[in-house]
């Protein structure tokens, strides 16, 4: 599995960054890009196109000269047994020539089933041979399309008795997948905290389970129930419970590099800089903590 | 492609039921779906966490909405824009995560919907304003299709008017016979003017 250094604490790129997160903008090692965010969608000739927005990638790019850049992937849709988004892998190429980057991610799951069939939410895939068939050549593939680590992340949904083979969880699922892909694990921890509230599992015991090599990078976030289930929304602080799993797999996970603390554009404004940096300081502390107890540091980690 | 199957019936399902509420019982008999497949697929609707999917997959799109047909959704009143909004939604599948183009489609609901003359001038105002914004946004201005996006929208009611009473939430003026054409064009300083 490829690995890579330590970037250390990381939020999600938007328009305004720097402005929006007043002094915790200095607490942050890397950026990480959707870049979807930076385009536009047109059905051009009859097919669907995207093309960047010229501002917004002139403003990611400037951002990506101040600090490291890492990729995040929102319409892969990797899991797709009729073919991928053929689209979004062409804006990436093109993002990867103007600028480089230290890995990327994508959701583990299922976003359009056929053309014209669009979920509207990503999908589970289901625990399966074939499903681990269908996404490990293509992660495979993507690590070598970029030279960089390519991590999969790990999704809150809400279907119950997924199907499933060999008696697999989620856990089990994830770690077969990765090995058979050979790639890293980006470990949103406030996904898995939703699927364990949300179907009753205990998180620590199934973490404890985890292929804490394969973790490349975790996710913070916090979002709002709706009908007694936790969802996956980013415009929250991060609850007690994640930040309990954290610091339980930060010092745990060898390859770990880099934490990103999630939160929605629209949702930045409420928050505001000083919640937003408060929730920032404490992503350091845990990232300092797990720094000082090993041998790599991160490149802001020595302030 | 047993998995191809799987993931299509269950595309299918999230969004009918995200839409109407119910999907057609034939529509996945020519599916090559296994005995567990069709009994997992056919328990889904009773389950609260498919019913919790299908809401996030309408959440989105009503956010996306909200976010980008602000002044149609004004001039209808919070009543009848959440009535015009649960109507598309239910009238149009999902087919992208993208604000502009379900903004667009949304737009060209509620202009042929609405009967209204005022309001359907403003839903039709609003999508040229969004693709003449888009143009001056993204296109170069010798780009051939930069005035492509021009379009003239004819109002019942003097522009200015119509607009200053939906701004601050005033009755709207009485439609009248007059037409009140409007061009809407990337080349123009504020996207639009009357004419």
Known sequence: ?303 | MPLAELQFALAQLVSAHAASGSMAPDTLDELALSADERAWLDSLPGAPGFRVTCDIQRWWRETRLRETTRLTLVALGPQRAAELVQAFLNATPCTTLFFLPEARAFLRFAAETLEDANLSAIARFEHALLVAGDAALQLASDDPDFDETTEIVVFAAPPEELLDAVLHRQPLPAPSLEGFPVLISPRLPHLWQPI
């Open chain 1, 1 to 303: 599995m490829k690995t890579t250094s330590p970037l250390g604490v990381g939020f999600t790129w938007q328009p305004g960054l720097q402005a929006a997160l007043g002094r915790g903008w200095e607490l942050l090692d890397f950026v990480e890009i959707s870049p979807d965010v930076l385009c536009r969608e047109s059905m051009a000739g009859g097919g669907r196109r995207l093309e960047y927005r010229e501002a917004l990638l002139a403003e990611a790019l400037r951002t990506a000269a101040e600090r490291p850049v890492v990729i995040h992937g929102l319409g892969l849709s990797i899991g797709t047994a009729a073919g991928w988004d053929e689209e979004y892998l062409r804006i990436l190429d093109l993002f990867h020539e103007r600028q480089p980057f230290c890995w990327h991610s994508d959701h583990l799951a299922c976003l359009t089933a056929a053309p014209q069939t669009h979920a509207g939410i990503p999908l589970p895939l289901p625990l399966t041979d074939e499903a681990i068939a269908l996404v490990a050549p293509r992660a495979r593939a993507l690590g070598e399309r970029y030279g960089v680590p390519f991590l999969l992340e790990n999704i809150t949904h809400y279907l119950p008795n997924l199907p499933t083979e060999r008696g697999r969880d989620e856990i089990a699922f994830l770690n077969d997948l990765t090995e058979a892909a050979d790639c890293g694990l980006l470990l949103d921890l406030y996904n898995f905290h939703c699927n364990a509230v949300n179907f009753g599992f205990d998180a620590l015991e199934a973490l404890s389970r985890l292929r804490l090599d394969r973790v490349i990078e975790i996710h913070l976030a916090g979002g709002a129930a709706h009908d007694g289930f936790l969802t996956d929304v980013h415009t929250r602080e991060v609850p007690e419970p994640v930040w309990e799993l954290l610091e339980w797999i930060a010092p745990r996970a060898p390859n770990l590099a880099g934490i990103v603390y999630e939160v929605m554009e629209q949702a930045v404004p409420r928050l505001g800089p000083a919640r937003l940096t408060a929730q920032l300081e404490r992503v350091r502390a845990v990232w300092d903590a797990r720094a000082a107890s090993k041998p790599e540091r991160s490149a802001h980690a020595a302030r």
